[in-house]
Structure formats: structure tokens, C-alpha cells
């Protein structure tokens, strides 16, 4: 647990000038078992101070690769210095940025530390289990992880916070050929927020979705390619996450709409069926804590929930202060910061479709001709909202009912446009936190979502 040698500088913070000092401890650990091999085995373990200083429109930056008070002091200085010289040279003569909500949040910061050794026999214990019940794999992979940042935050205005961000995850990778030897994958990640012992007492748990995981996989060898062309579908909900996420949220990230995003021309006007509501949710989500909960930002923000979609329509965007300040809107709590060296930028926190009222099954039933698509291996996205994402695990549906599972195959089209297709949004929601966000830096977030029935482009053979 970081000692707070943070907050007895904020004496030297300049006036007139937003401050904001930051320590933080980014600790991650993992091992990897590929076909009974013992092939990763990492404990890392960084920490540092910075500081950033805002003067009219400006930003000094600066950190050390050190936590102690006279590298809290050096930062300060150098932060400052860089925001005159910034100042001086680049003078855009903004002013200060406007006053918000001030005081103290602390969560419990006590993380605890698994023994490698237990990452370790964890992966080989799943890894033979998978290799004594399963004999026609081509190749599987088991993986152990858990990452956190602690991080103790003093600024001039706003949230003083003491935070933590945990997370541990096994991922299975299972491999197999079809008759054809062409080869097919399937991946799960089992887990979520908190440390290794606390998600993983025994590796039994683990067994029956790795069975399920297995089932599917048989499925897919042997399954059948998905007739290209616009075709009515079921986006499951993790599906519909990777569209909140890419095609979605990356569009309304502030400093990406003053790039020229989709979402500047679009605010205020119908991007959507009206079924659709979008948010950028903080840390509660219907009425449960969200996969990756975000209390205070590292700006100061006391974080709350950023509202994008409301009934089809795009009613706000994801704001730093400064982008708020711009586009007069509130800031929530979105501008994060990866390592004590990174400063923040905005990012997505848990982000999803709001749910709806029909059940999965109802939706299936309605579908004549048409897929159920539930896993992405990959997307990609850019600021006009035209997006591609892989299909990792799908099935047809034939009158109403779902047929044979999919070879891989990918979807496309441009956000706003299939979103105004949406006709049905199923009343459950799935969620998932075992990714990153790659935006400059590397992010935790979380994604997920209510199952969709739309239309859209699939690939074919």
C-alpha cells in the first residue's frame, strides 16, 4: 500500500495554476502454460510520481521514476517550469479552467499479493485437465493474470483520491483442425475485479465452462461458412459490447470529435433507433458495481455516469475539464492515466447499451433466416464509425431456430447507420473486463451489453 507522501506537498502548489500530483504503483503478474510448457513466468512491479500543471490553455508535465518526497518535489518544480515556458511560447490565452466539485475519496487499498508459485500451478492444473479430458486438440494455452494500479491523487481543485484497480483473469485458448485441416480457435477469459485468491480458489470451478468452451469449439470444426451479403442478426451481448466500445465509443471521446469524429456534426440529432441508449457507465450500472469501477479520475473529477445515447439520440460526449469547458458540458470522469508517467487522457470506462425488454429467445424465434453472433476475436474502428469485427463463435438461425455454428467471419458497416436498424434489445446484460483499450496508452475497461437484433454485412467464405 503506497504511503501518502502526496499530500503534505500540495503546500507548494503555485496559485492560479490547476495542479494536479499523482503517485502511483502498476503491478502485474502472470504465467503461461502452452501445450504442458511452461513458456511465460513475470512478476513486475513499477512506481513513480507525476505532476501536471494547466496555465491558460496549457499543460507542463513532468514525472520521476521514484516515489519519495524530494522526487514529489522535483516533479512539481519541473511541471511548473514546463507550463511557463508553454505559457509563454504558445499563449493561448484560455484562462483557468472552471471550478468544480471538491473533496476526499479513499477506498480500501489493501492489495493483495498472490505467491507466483500459485499462477503457476494454477495454469498447469487447468492445462491438465484440458490435455487428460480432451485428446484431439491441436494445441491449448492456459494463462494467469492479475493486474492493479494503486493510485493517491492531490489537486488544487477537485478530488483528492486514494484509489485501486484489480483485476485477475485465466485465459483458455483451445485449438483444434477441421477435416480439411484448416484451424479453428475458441478463447474464454474466466474472472473479473479483484486479486488472484479472491477469484481462483480452486481450479475445479473453472471445469464445466472449459467443457462448455470445449463443446463449442467440436461445434464450430465442424461448422459452415456465413452467406456474405446484409442479413438480419442477433449481436450477443459481448458483440454488442465491441460496437458500444469501437465503432461507438471512441467516436464521442472528446478530443477525437475536435479531431473531426462523426459525433461533432451529430450531437443532438438521431444517430440510432430510438430503442438505444448508450452510457459510459462510472462504477454502479443497474443497480450492481461495474466491471472496472472508476471513483475519481486523474484530473479530480468525481466520476459519474457519461450519458451518449438517449432514445437514438446522441446527447453528449466523453469529456476531459478541458474538452467539458470547450463544448459546455460537465466533465465526469473520464480522463485516466495508464503509468505514473502517462498523463491523462480520455478514456472509456464501462461502456453499454442500455437493456431493453425482449428476450433473448423471442429474438431468435423472430428470425427467419439470419445468425447469432456471440464472440469477437478483433475489431477495428475509426472516427467515421465504419467498423470490421471478427466473428470467433456464431450459429445460424433457420425459422426461427438456431442451426449449425460458423467458421470464423467478420461484420461490417458504419455505426450509426446499422444502429438505426436495431429493432429488438434483449432484458439481460453481460459484461466483461479482461481486455484493453489501446488508445496511446493502455487501458483497463469494461465492455458488454444486451443482446441486439439488427442488420448488418457478414463475410462469406
Not at 459490447?241 to 438521431?270: F, Y
Not at 479530480?300 to 467539458?324: F, K, P, Q, S, W
Not at 480520455?346 to 433466416?369: C, F, Q, W, Y
Amino acid at each position: 500500500m503506497l504511503k501518502d507522501i502526496i499530500t503534505p506537498k500540495k503546500i507548494l502548489f503555485v496559485p492560479n495554476a490547476h495542479t494536479e500530483l499523482r503517485g502511483q504503483l502498476s503491478r502485474s503478474r502472470g504465467a503461461t502454460v502452452v501445450s504442458g510448457n511452461l513458456t511465460g513466468n513475470s512478476r513486475q512491479d513499477i512506481s513513480g510520481i507525476s505532476a501536471r500543471v494547466y496555465k491558460n490553455g496549457t499543460y507542463g508535465f513532468a514525472s520521476m521514476a521514484e516515489y519519495s518526497p524530494d522526487a514529489a518535489e522535483a516533479v512539481l518544480r519541473a511541471a511548473t517550469e514546463n507550463a511557463d515556458f508553454m505559457e509563454k511560447n504558445v499563449n493561448k490565452g484560455k484562462g483557468p479552467l472552471p471550478n468544480i466539485n471538491c473533496g476526499c475519496r479513499a477506498l480500501d487499498c489493501d492489495i493483495p499479493d498472490a505467491e507466483q508459485k500459485r499462477y503457476v500451478d494454477f495454469a498447469r492444473s487447468v492445462d491438465d485437465y484440458i490435455a487428460s479430458k480432451y485428446k484431439n486438440l491441436a494445441s491449448r494455452t492456459v494463462a494467469a493474470r492479475e493486474d492493479s494500479m494503486e493510485k493517491l491523487l492531490c489537486v488544487s481543485n477537485g478530488f483528492d483520491a486514494h484509489t485501486c484497480l484489480q483485476r485477475s483473469y485465466i485465459y483458455v485458448f483451445l485449438n483444434a483442425e477441421t477435416q480439411s485441416g484448416a484451424p479453428v480457435e475458441l478463447f474464454k477469459a474466466f474472472g473479473g475485479e479483484g486479486g488472484f485468491e479472491a477469484n481462483f480458489k480452486d481450479p475445479e470451478a473453472l471445469y464445466p465452462e472449459i467443457d462448455a468452451l470445449y463443446e463449442r469449439l467440436m461445434q464450430k470444426r465442424e461448422g459452415i461458412y456465413a452467406d456474405a451479403g446484409e442479413k438480419t442478426v442477433i449481436l450477443g451481448g459481448m458483440m454488442s459490447g465491441m460496437l458500444a466500445h469501437e465503432a461507438v465509443g471512441h467516436t464521442v471521446e472528446a478530443d477525437l470529435v475536435l479531431g473531426g469524429s462523426v459525433a461533432g456534426p451529430s450531437l443532438n440529432k438521431i444517430v440510432a433507433s430510438e430503442m438505444v441508449s448508450l452510457t459510459d457507465f462510472a462504477h454502479t450500472a443497474f443497480g450492481e458495481k461495474t466491471p472496472l469501477p472508476v471513483y475519481v479520475d486523474d484530473e479530480g473529477v468525481e466520476a459519474i455516469d457519461a450519458r451518449i445515447i438517449e432514445n437514438g439520440v446522441l446527447v453528449g460526449y466523453m469529456n476531459n475539464r478541458e474538452t467539458a469547458q470547450h463544448f459546455g458540458m460537465t466533465p465526469c470522469g473520464n480522463a485516466r492515466a495508464w503509468a505514473f508517467s502517462d498523463e491523462p487522457l480520455i478514456r472509456m470506462r464501462n461502456t453499454a447499451i442500455l437493456p431493453g425488454k425482449d428476450k433473448l429467445e423471442d429474438m431468435i424465434a423472430s428470425v427467419e433466416d439470419g445468425y447469432y453472433l456471440i464472440d469477437s476475436s478483433n475489431g477495428q474502428a475509426d472516427t467515421t464509425g465504419e467498423f470490421m469485427f471478427g466473428v470467433s463463435m456464431g450459429y445460424e438461425i433457420k425459422n426461427g431456430k438456431l442451426g449449425r455454428a460458423l467458421l470464423d467471419t467478420t461484420i461490417s458497416g458504419v455505426a450509426f447507420n446499422m444502429l438505426k436498424t436495431v429493432d429488438m434489445v434483449s432484458d439481460e446484460v453481460v459484461w466483461s473486463s479482461s481486455g484493453f483499450c489501446g488508445k496511446k496508452q493502455p487501458m483497463p475497461v469494461g465492455m458488454g451489453g444486451p443482446a441486439l437484433r439488427c442488420k448488418v454485412m457478414i463475410g462469406g467464405r
